[in-house]
């Protein structure tokens, strides 16, 4: 089974980018799909980008799209979100979360992913 640790959280004030990275061990990589999460303090969690296992097809939650990006290398067996114009309501802590799927292009939904990482803060200053 695959591991996932997150980094890269940190602060940003409004306006400005992020980027935060998982890296994966355990299992091979590509025979993941892979989703970005995140959960504000009484809030639930909620989907926030998605990437199949070859990396060719992404979603993303409405509120992100055109300021998020999800990305992954799969020969360095890691997934990142690059976040732009980061808002208010963007802070949260973010999680990585994978899920083996049969198709290369397949992208999960949200209630799929099995395996989870612990998470890295990503906080917004106004």
């Known amino acids: 089974q695959v591991q996932l640790v997150e980094s890269g959280g940190g602060l940003v004030q409004a306006g400005g980018s992020l980027r935060v990275s998982c890296a994966a061990t355990g299992d091979t990589f590509n025979r993941y799909a892979m989703g970005w999460f995140r959960q504000a303090p009484g809030k639930e969690r909620e989907s926030v980008a998605a990437?199949?296992?070859?990396?060719?097809?992404?979603d993303y939650a409405d509120s992100v799209k055109g300021r998020f990006t999800i990305s992954r290398v799969n020969a360095k067996n890691t997934v990142s979100l690059q976040m732009n114009s980061l808002k208010p309501e963007d802070p949260a802590v973010y999680f990585c979360?994978?899920?083996?799927?049969?198709?290369?292009?397949?992208?999960?939904?949200?209630?799929?992913?099995?395996?989870w990482g612990q998470g890295t803060q990503v906080t917004v200053s106004s």
């Open positions: 979360a994978a899920v083996a799927a049969a198709g290369r292009s397949y992208l999960p939904a949200p209630n799929e992913y099995g395996y």
């Open positions: 990437i199949s296992r070859n990396g060719g097809t992404t």
